[in-house]
């Protein structure tokens, strides 16, 4: 049975922000208010950005440990 990964604090909050921006664009498209969907656009991008570098740092880090953990000799 695998060991469940815990989700960092910034892949949380990288996801929030990606689905706030997602619903800030559609209500900007619908409304039809282009600065309302470009600031929607741009908190997308930057939520998925930060979950996307939280990702990857934490799957670095976590590989890191283990290869460190394992090795005893030099």
Same mark, same amino acid.
């Given at each position: ?11 949380? @909050?990288? =996801?929030?922000? +990606?689905? +706030?921006?997602a619903i800030l664009l559609g =209500?900007?498209?619908?409304? %039809?208010? %282009?600065? +309302?969907?470009?600031?929607?656009? =741009?908190?997308?991008?930057c939520g998925f950005s930060l979950?996307?570098? *939280? *990702? =990857?740092?934490?799957?670095? @880090? *976590?590989?890191?440990?283990? %290869?460190?953990?394992? *090795?005893?000799?030099?």
């Open positions: 049975m695998k060991k469940k990964k815990e989700m960092p604090g910034a892949a949380r @909050t990288g =996801i929030a922000i +990606l689905v +706030l921006g =209500i900007g498209y619908y409304q %039809e208010r %282009e600065a +309302l969907s470009l600031y929607g656009l =741009i908190m997308s991008i979950y996307m570098i *939280s *990702s =990857i740092y934490i799957s670095r @880090t *976590s590989n890191n440990n283990k %290869e460190k953990k394992g *090795s005893y000799s030099k």
